[in-house]
């Protein structure tokens, strides 16, 4: 059984950066593991921000930005805003499967 | 505009089963994958399966296997999540999202919230 593992929690002051991290117990992260990443607020449903490891959407604001970082799939924000404050998972396929990460909650602050 | 949109809350005592639907629209419904995704109260997200419209192909997890069916109307561009065997743990919110082949997931729907409860 497949574990991606995402950092629990982050906090982050407005107008800073931050790094998420998603981790494959199967070994180093690569394209071809398609990595997703979703914004979750309370209440609602998730919102697709990065997908294919680095491709925005057209809704997702530039300061997104989707990469490969020592062997894990990455997501940074640059410039957080008080609205970025929220759940964040990774979706990687593996062994034609798809597995979330635990999510990460950032706080902005 | 693209929409997919769910079915209403359910109420389920423990060992029946539950159908949801999802409805596409705003798009060609065959052109594209659709995941089912479900959120326990306070969880992450768990990933169940995916079917593919144009053919009516799916492929779940072991852990689902034997207790999930998804199924499609390509005349009303609905697909459906049949979960049997519910039990408690089977509480919380199901939601579709579409996926272009290759990896691009881009629009959920809104959620179905599902709970087990004698």
């Given at each position: ?54 491709n925005?959407?057209?809704w997702?604001?530039?300061?997104f ?11 940074t ?30 706080t902005?602050? | ?10 109420v ?6 539950v159908?949801?639907s ?81 990896g ?8 179905t919230p ?5």
């Amino acid at each position: 059984q497949t574990v991606v593992t995402q950092e629990p929690s982050l906090t982050v002051s407005p107008g800073g950066t931050v790094t998420l991290t998603c981790a494959s117990s199967t070994g180093a992260v690569t394209s071809d593991y398609y990595a997703n990443w979703f914004q979750q607020k309370p209440g609602q449903a998730p919102r697709a921000l990065i997908y294919t490891t680095s491709n925005r959407h057209s809704w997702t604001p530039a300061r997104f930005s989707g990469s490969l970082l020592g062997g894990r799939a990455a997501l940074t924000l640059s410039g957080v805003q008080p609205e970025d404050e929220a759940d964040y998972y990774c979706l990687l396929m593996q062994s034609n499967a798809w597995v979330f990460g635990g999510g990460t909650k950032l706080t902005v602050l | 505009q693209v929409q997919l949109v769910h079915s209403g809350a359910e109420v389920k005592p423990p060992g029946a089963s539950v159908r949801i639907s999802c409805k596409a629209s705003g798009y060609t419904f065959t052109s594209y994958y659709i995941h089912w995704v479900r959120q326990a109260p306070g969880q992450g997200l768990e990933w169940m399966g995916i079917i593919i419209p144009s053919g009516g192909s799916t492929n779940y997890p072991q852990k689902f296997q034997g207790r999930v069916t998804m199924t499609r109307d390509t005349s009303t561009s609905t697909v459906y999540m049949e979960l049997s065997s519910l039990r408690s743990e089977d509480t919380a919110i199901y939601y579709c999202a579409r996926e272009l082949v290759g990896g691009h997931f881009d629009y959920w729907g809104q959620g179905t919230p599902v709970t087990v409860s004698s």
